[in-house]
């Protein structure tokens, strides 16, 4: 069975500092990692995958397979940012997408 | 076009209604998805077709009952709801399956 944990169900960081958004997964096999957001009522939007290993808007994420774990990680945070973020994973080729419960961020001015 | 849209955005219906949600795509992808979502919690699989066949059914019940008459277009027959299935609707398609998935706004369904 996959499964996807997000400790913090709400994070809130002061604009400029350091954002970091935890996500753990139990997968016994290998696992494609994503992070999705959805800003205020907007749809949910990929924000990156694991396997193209880009950043994007400034957010960075690496697959760590020895803990588990696929944190999102932003070095200065911006008030845009704003949002509520869920990591999901898949099973390498299958199609089922599994979500965390999400955390919400709050950056404050 | 390069978005999933979905139609209603919002629906009320009874439990002996029977009504229809709408998802439609013209980005030539070949998957979509529908997905539950309750309030403060993540989205949760129901049904995948890939290449207009349903491939994946996360056990749904049977009031809940897919179709996808072409690539493009994925329906949602609801018949005999509960009060417990009012969510957020949300559909998807990717490229191929798997691929990565993009989503639509949703429909909010309310069962009285």
């Known amino acids: 069975a996959q499964r996807v944990t997000q400790p913090e169900k709400l994070l809130s960081v002061f604009k400029g500092a350091p954002v970091e958004l935890k996500c753990n997964y139990s997968y016994s096999g290998s696992p494609e990692l994503f992070w999705y957001v959805q800003y205020s009522r907007q749809r949910l939007q990929l924000l990156l995958r694991h396997i193209s290993r880009e950043s994007i808007k400034g957010f960075t994420a690496d697959l760590n397979k020895g803990e588990t774990s696929f944190h999102l990680k932003k070095p200065f945070a911006q008030e845009e940012d704003s949002a509520m973020y869920y990591c999901a994973l898949r099973a390498f080729g299958n199609e089922k997408l599994t979500f965390g419960t999400g955390t919400r961020l709050t950056i404050i001015p | 076009d390069t978005e999933v849209t979905q139609t209603p955005k919002h629906l009320v219906m009874g439990m002996t209604n029977k009504k229809s949600l709408k998802c439609e795509q013209h980005m030539g992808h070949r998957a979509m998805y529908w997905y539950k979502q309750k309030a403060k919690k993540p989205p949760e699989l129901m049904f995948v077709?890939?290449?207009?066949?349903?491939?994946i059914n996360e056990s749904v019940p049977s009031r809940f009952s897919p179709e996808c008459p072409n690539s493009s277009l994925l329906n949602l027959h609801l018949h005999a709801l509960q009060p417990e299935d009012s969510a957020l609707y949300l559909c998807a398609s990717s490229r191929d399956s798997p691929d990565t998935q993009y989503f639509g706004p949703g429909t909010r369904l309310t069962v009285l």
């Open positions: 077709y890939s290449y207009e066949k349903l491939s």
